[in-house]
């Protein structure tokens, strides 16, 4: 059974800094894609980053780009975004996903591509 699990959202004041985390079980986790996908109350739910099978590449958003950082620990099967400077508009459940498609633009950044997700976890970040 696949099973993506998410943990260290919580609350922060602006400026501050989180490290999430997201540990795959069920599959192997060197095969995917993994990316970091996130939704504000209201709002759909959008791509914030993505990390290659190697960890050589990434994709960031314009939004989180600079602050944020995704990268992998294949042998912990487990992918991290560290989020630096946050603001409330980073305010969302942070979510994390697996995709089997090859890494590029076109695919990796788009939320249909994923087929499995975690439960989310959420971040609140105060003015």
């Known amino acids: 059974q696949v099973r993506l699990a998410e943990s260290g959202g919580g609350l922060v004041q602006a400026g501050g800094s989180l490290r999430l985390s997201c540990v795959l079980s069920?599959?192997?986790?060197?095969?995917?894609?993994m990316g970091w996908f996130r939704q504000a109350p209201g709002k759909e739910r959008e791509f914030a980053a993505a990390?290659?099978?190697?960890?050589?590449?990434?994709y960031y958003a314009d939004a989180v780009k600079g602050r944020f950082t995704i990268s992998r620990d294949n042998a912990k099967n487990t992918v991290f975004l560290q989020m630096n400077s946050l603001q409330p508009e980073d305010t969302a459940v942070y979510y994390c996903?697996?995709?089997?498609?090859?890494?590029?633009?076109?695919?990796?950044?788009?939320?249909?591509?994923?087929?499995?997700w975690g439960q989310g976890t959420q971040v609140t970040v105060s003015s």
């Open positions: 996903a697996t995709s089997g498609d090859f890494f590029g633009a076109d695919s990796s950044t788009k939320l249909a591509r994923y087929d499995h």
């Open positions: 990390i290659s099978r190697s960890g050589g590449g990434t």
């Open positions: 069920g599959r192997p986790f060197n095969s995917y894609t």
